[in-house]
Every structure is written in structure tokens, then in C-alpha cells.
């Protein structure tokens, strides 16, 4: 039954890799297998508790639905007003060098607060606006990738990796930000430092002022666009700030701050009577353009992960990890190694099924409480998991949401970033590590 259950996860793992080879959707192919596994599971697994612990599991796995659903809302809300202009159109350096530095800064921190493939769009969007070149682009749209995939990793809504440790309480927003806000920065330096040899230190073409404000949506005033993107990122900011105070789960937060904005755009387009009802951008018109294969992308991931975990399987290959390898900064590597191959929501959901949070008493009563010590809430290997999912994934242009979506718009070749950035973000990924360590010494003292 075991072999059988792994068996099915690593084909349909495969399918889902080479989703753009075998053309079925990596939805379709993540809910089939999340079914196939449960079956046997039922079928061959005899556990009378199967339906509880599926109801757990599929509880634990809709917290994260509902937050990415009321996340992804509010960032379609703002980028249909046309609130991401306002960031677009206030970058006024044109040279190439200064331009590197600044959208690697941008895109560090918008994806602190958007998911890290939105910002990606909005960034390769704004490129194509300033560098003519394709190549040049490439470089460009590559160190967008490795910021986007950095900034994630050190906030708490940056990133589904970082949402789910966040939600199910093995990281909280401080500590966090704290740990991985250096380590993240520098990621992003060294690549950056080294990828503006790739360009010449000249001017771009001048960007056509009028074309930018031509896109703001009709029936969208500059003022409304500012407003939409202020609110906006307030409420996705508000989420952590609630989750502290009430202690409530972070989807509350996030449904809270949704609601907050449908009432307040209702409220303007009900004043708004001088325009047409179709071309108002109210929340039920931008709900119905939710990703929704996404979403169920994850719940078919995160479910199958969870068959695994009830079947013991993953409790077995952290029992071997720990006999084999017992090093944290070891396993994490690894882990961030395969995230550049492997999408990094399986990952490392499959980690938080492995490695439970352990308590005070756990940790005493282990053979090695200073290796257990690793697992507690906010412990070393949490927050290393986090930083080495999270930009591990920019190893290849295939390893994160944000490189494919860059590969798609930009049409960027694998071999190409594998040559060229790759070495770059695995020397940035590296340096981070290496100041976690540090980090890790300096509180030891």
C-alpha cells in the first residue's frame, strides 16, 4: 500500500512537472492524484478514523485556501483600478545600471506584501516599457525573479510557503521578519552586484509618458487608482496586525480587510452614476477572474501530502533524515536545493507533516534536545526551511510561480538562465544561508 500511495505521488508529480509537455493541466493532475491516493489509502490502509482525518486535513488545507482567495481578490482589485501604475510611473532614472538596482529593490519589497508571481507580472510588465532589447530583458526580468522569490521568503504574506508555516504556527510575523529580512536583502545584492556587468552602463530609450496614463482602466480617475492601491495594501498589511491582537487565524484577518474594501468600493461606484455598470471594477466582477486552477492546484497538493502524512510515510522519511543526516542547516540545503526542481508548496508541506512543532517537554525528554531544539515554534530550522524553499526556488527559471511566469512572458530560454543566472542565484542563496548561521552563533552567545 505504501509503495503504491509514493508510487502514485512521484508519477503524478511527474505529469505535473511536464504539465506543458503532456498538455493536462496541473490541476486536473493534482486532484487526480489526491484522489488515487486517499483510495488506497481507504481501500488498503483499514483505518476506521480515515473520514476524521480527512475532515482535519481538509479544515487545515481550506485556512490556506480562503486566505490565497481573499489575497489574490484584493491584489486583482488593485491591479484592475490600475493601482500599480502609480508605482510604475514614478520611476523616472534611465540608466541601466540604476534601473537594475531599483526594480530588484522595488520587487524585493512589493513582494513582501503581494504573492511573489503578481509582482513578478507587474514588474516584467514595467520592463517592457523601459528596455527595448530582449536579451537585456532577460537579465532584467531574471534578477526580478530572484527579488520576488527573496522578498517573499521574509514576510509572513509573501508567499503560500510562508503563509502556511505562518498559519499553522511555525513561524510568527517578528521573528520572521527579523531572522530573514538580512539573509533575503543579501540574496538579492550579490546577484545584483554582479548582474549589472551583463548590461552597459548607458541610458535607455525614453519612455512615452502619455501611453502610461492611456492604461489606466476607463472610468478609473488617477485619484481612485491611488486610493484603491493605498487601502489595498493596507489591508493586506492589517492581516498580521489582527492575527497578533485577536489571536484569530490569519483567513479571519484576510476576510475582514476583503470585506472592508468590497464595502468601500461599493460605496464609490454606487456615486459614480455617470458610468456604465459593466465597466465598473466592483469585487463580485473581479471574483469571477480568481485563479481558481490554482486554487485547487494546492488543495490537490496539499491533500496528497496529507494522505502521505496519515499513512506514516512522511514521519518515516524524517525518522531516516534525522538517523542519516541529523543537521539542520543540511536537510534545509537539500530541501532548498530540490525547491529549484520541485514546487516548493509540496515541499514544504511535506517538511510540516515530517517534522511537528515540538514543545518544552518534547525537547527535554529527547535523546538530543539541542538538535530537537531546531523544531520548536520560531526554532532554527523553520526559519531556514522558509529562506531555502523560498529562494531556492530562483535556481532555475522552472524552480518558483515567479520564473515560470517570467518564462512565459519574456519567452526566457532554460539553458540561457541556466548559464548565465543560475551561478548568480546559487551564490546570493549560499550567502544567505551563511549569515543564518551566523545569525544562529551570535544568539548561542
Known amino acids: 500500500m505504501i509503495l503504491t500511495m509514493i508510487l502514485l505521488f512521484v508519477v503524478g508529480y511527474a505529469f505535473i512537472a511536464l504539465e506543458h509537455k503532456v498538455k493536462v493541466d496541473k490541476s486536473a493532475i493534482a486532484l487526480l492524484m489526491c484522489g488515487a491516493i486517499w483510495t488506497i489509502f481507504s481501500l488498503w490502509g483499514h483505518d476506521a478514523n480515515i473520514s476524521h482525518e480527512m475532515v482535519d486535513h481538509l479544515g487545515d488545507t481550506c485556512e490556506i485556501l480562503v486566505f490565497l482567495i481573499g489575497a489574490m481578490t484584493i491584489v486583482d482589485l488593485i491591479d484592475s483600478h490600475g493601482g500599480f501604475n502609480v508605482i510604475t510611473d514614478h520611476i523616472k532614472t534611465r540608466n541601466k545600471h540604476k534601473l537594475m538596482w531599483l526594480l530588484a529593490i522595488i520587487t524585493f519589497f512589493m513582494s513582501a506584501a503581494l504573492d511573489n508571481m503578481t509582482t513578478t507580472i507587474i514588474m516584467v510588465m514595467l520592463l517592457r516599457r523601459i528596455i527595448a532589447d530582449q536579451k537585456e530583458r532577460w537579465i532584467y526580468a531574471s534578477l526580478i525573479v530572484i527579488a520576488a522569490n527573496s522578498g517573499g521568503a521574509w514576510s509572513p504574506i509573501g508567499d503560500v510557503t510562508t503563509i502556511m508555516l505562518w498559519m499553522r504556527g ?7 521578519m527579523g531572522t530573514l529580512f538580512v539573509p533575503c536583502i543579501v540574496s538579492v545584492i550579490i546577484p545584483t552586484a554582479i548582474a549589472v556587468r551583463y548590461v552597459r552602463n548607458e541610458d535607455t530609450a525614453p519612455v512615452d509618458e502619455n501611453a502610461l496614463e492611456a492604461e489606466l482602466p476607463q472610468g478609473v480617475g488617477p485619484r481612485l487608482s491611488k486610493f484603491i492601491l493605498v487601502t489595498g495594501v493596507i489591508s493586506l498589511l492589517f492581516v498580521p496586525v489582527f492575527k497578533s491582537i485577536t489571536h484569530l ?3 479571519m484577518g484576510m476576510m475582514v480587510s476583503l470585506g472592508v474594501m468590497w464595502v468601500l468600493t461599493e460605496i464609490i461606484y454606487d456615486r459614480k452614476r455617470g ?12 471574483l469571477k477572474h480568481i485563479d481558481m486552477p490554482t486554487i485547487l492546484f494546492f488543495l490537490g497538493i496539499l491533500m496528497s501530502v496529507a494522505a502521505l502524512q ?28 530540490l525547491s529549484s526542481v520541485i514546487d516548493n ?20 525528554a529527547s535523546a538530543d534536545p539541542a538538535y530537537m531544539q531546531s523544531f520548536v515554534a520560531d526554532g532554527l530550522f523553520w526559519h531556514l526551511l522558509t529562506y531555502c524553499a523560498g529562494v531556492g526556488g530562483s535556481l532555475l527559471i522552472i524552480g518558483s510561480a515567479a520564473g515560470v511566469v517570467a518564462m512565459g512572458l519574456e519567452k526566457i530560454n532554460f539553458g540561457w538562465y541556466f548559464k548565465k543566472i543560475t551561478l548568480l542565484a546559487f551564490a546570493g542563496y549560499l550567502a544567505g544561508i551563511l549569515i543564518i548561521f551566523l545569525e544562529h552563533l551570535l544568539i548561542g552567545l
Open 170 to 176: 511555525n513561524v510568527t510575523s517578528a521573528a520572521l
Open 310 to 337: 496519515s499513512a506514516g510515510v512522511l514521519t518515516d522519511v524524517a525518522n531516516w533524515l534525522d538517523k542519516q543526516v541529523h543537521e539542520v542547516f543540511t536537510i534545509a540545503g537539500v530541501i532548498g536545493l
Open 249 to 251: 487565524p490569519p483567513y
Open 345 to 364: 508548496v509540496p515541499l514544504v508541506a511535506a517538511c510540516m507533516g515530517m517534522y511537528p512543532i515540538m514543545d518544552a517537554a518534547a525537547v527535554a
Open 275 to 286: 458610468i456604465e455598470e459593466s465597466i465598473k471594477c466592483r469585487v463580485s466582477k473581479v
